[in-house]
């Protein structure tokens, strides 16, 4: 497993180049967040009263393999703890964590702190998250790496199309290791991305849609 | 003859000021779409400029300035920082964002 996701990091990190890491969007703006797939479903909405600060609420459901899921429902803040301005880069430390209530499989308050750093330049992006994500008997803590890399510079107003690759290892879950090459398109205020989760496993492949929206 | 030497002395001594037409500002740290709209929205609601302009290949910013209005280039780097990014250089250009955006196409012709 570990030698798993350290062929997967590499291939992470080796590719790197890829799109925009923001937790959150600028000052006065609110983001919604998406991710369906089989294993992970989430719907997360904030509101950032600063550049500095987000607050809002968020519902997570976790899927494994062959269990019955683990719904999450609570409220989140992120916070930008350090921001670089490079001169043509830039890089971030990111603190998110989320309170609430688990139903399902596990029940109970549940809890799910996290720190993400993330680079990026026009072209190529990178980014390492750590998070807990806790409920009474649950413990599915999770790391992940993604890379990637842009086909071409775009204006700002033009869509720009990148391709991601992620791997998350995540506790007690099955598959505990997943792999998600993606292609993700981007413009001025949204972003799709379209993967397949360890697409040369047939039975743990599936398809994956996050969708990122800020205004 | 006298008179429009007078007239011509006097204009010169007269404190006239042309007021920049945009503002101008290599960024440091806009590399995303996301970024650009937050400045972009920043610089939209300052109530002195009739447009904004963000080219993130270039990391350009450019504010235009209403006729007879002006921004001192300390306040606009400060919106500039208060959107979250650094500026690594910021002048008054006398040029409107149509100019500097025709300029910057016959840039990429020429290359």
Redesign the interface.
Same mark, same amino acid.
């Given at each position: 497993m570990f030698k798993q996701l350290s062929v997967a990091f590499l291939l992470a990190v080796s590719s790197l180049h890829v799109q925009s890491a923001a937790l959150m969007g600028f000052e006065d703006s609110y983001m919604l967040m998406t991710e369906t797939g089989e294993y992970n479903q989430e719907v997360m909405f904030n509101y950032a009263p600063s550049i500095h600060h987000a607050f809002g609420v968020e519902v997570m459901r976790m899927s494994p393999k062959g269990m019955r899921a683990t719904t999450m429902t609570g409220i989140n803040y992120t916070g930008l703890i350090q921001r670089w301005n490079l001169p043509s880069a830039q890089a971030n430390v990111w603190f998110m964590g989320s309170v609430g209530e688990a139903r399902g499989l596990h029940h109970g308050f549940s809890y799910s702190p996290s720190v993400q750093f993330d680079y990026e330049t026009t072209r190529l992006y990178f980014l390492a998250k750590m998070r807990m994500l806790r409920a009474p008997g649950m413990n599915n803590d999770m790391a992940a790496v993604q890379g990637g890399f842009s086909f071409y510079e775009a204006d700002f107003d033009e869509t720009q199309p990148w391709f991601v690759l992620e791997a998350k290892a995540i506790k007690n879950f099955n598959p505990s290791l997943q792999v998600t090459p993606a292609l993700r398109l981007i413009n001025k205020n949204y972003f799709l991305e379209l993967g397949i989760t360890n697409p040369f496993n047939k039975s743990e492949r599936a398809p994956r849609l996050n969708l990122m929206f800020t205004y | 003859m006298k008179n429009i030497l007078i007239i011509l002395c006097c204009l010169l001594a007269s404190p006239i000021v042309s007021a920049a037409t945009s503002i101008k500002a290599e960024v440091? %740290?806009?590399? =995303?779409?996301? =970024?650009?709209? %937050?400045? /972009?929205?920043?610089l939209n609601a300052m109530p002195e400029g009739q447009g904004a302009f963000?080219?993130?290949?270039r990391?350009i910013v450019v504010l235009e300035l209403k006729p007879q209005q002006n921004v001192s280039l300390d306040a606009f780097t400060q919106v500039i920082k /208060?959107? %979250?990014?650094?500026v690594?250089k910021v002048e008054n250009v006398e040029q409107s964002i149509a100019e500097i955006k025709a300029n910057i196409k016959a840039s990429m012709k020429g290359q």
């Amino acid at each position: 497993m570990f030698k798993q996701l350290s062929v997967a990091f590499l291939l992470a990190v080796s590719s790197l180049h890829v799109q925009s890491a923001a937790l959150m969007g600028f000052e006065d703006s609110y983001m919604l967040m998406t991710e369906t797939g089989e294993y992970n479903q989430e719907v997360m909405f904030n509101y950032a009263p600063s550049i500095h600060h987000a607050f809002g609420v968020e519902v997570m459901r976790m899927s494994p393999k062959g269990m019955r899921a683990t719904t999450m429902t609570g409220i989140n803040y992120t916070g930008l703890i350090q921001r670089w301005n490079l001169p043509s880069a830039q890089a971030n430390v990111w603190f998110m964590g989320s309170v609430g209530e688990a139903r399902g499989l596990h029940h109970g308050f549940s809890y799910s702190p996290s720190v993400q750093f993330d680079y990026e330049t026009t072209r190529l992006y990178f980014l390492a998250k750590m998070r807990m994500l806790r409920a009474p008997g649950m413990n599915n803590d999770m790391a992940a790496v993604q890379g990637g890399f842009s086909f071409y510079e775009a204006d700002f107003d033009e869509t720009q199309p990148w391709f991601v690759l992620e791997a998350k290892a995540i506790k007690n879950f099955n598959p505990s290791l997943q792999v998600t090459p993606a292609l993700r398109l981007i413009n001025k205020n949204y972003f799709l991305e379209l993967g397949i989760t360890n697409p040369f496993n047939k039975s743990e492949r599936a398809p994956r849609l996050n969708l990122m929206f800020t205004y | 003859m006298k008179n429009i030497l007078i007239i011509l002395c006097c204009l010169l001594a007269s404190p006239i000021v042309s007021a920049a037409t945009s503002i101008k500002a290599e960024v440091n %740290g806009m590399v =995303c779409a996301f =970024c650009a709209k %937050g400045i /972009e929205k920043k610089l939209n609601a300052m109530p002195e400029g009739q447009g904004a302009f963000v080219d993130l290949k270039r990391r350009i910013v450019v504010l235009e300035l209403k006729p007879q209005q002006n921004v001192s280039l300390d306040a606009f780097t400060q919106v500039i920082k /208060e959107a %979250g990014y650094a500026v690594d250089k910021v002048e008054n250009v006398e040029q409107s964002i149509a100019e500097i955006k025709a300029n910057i196409k016959a840039s990429m012709k020429g290359q």
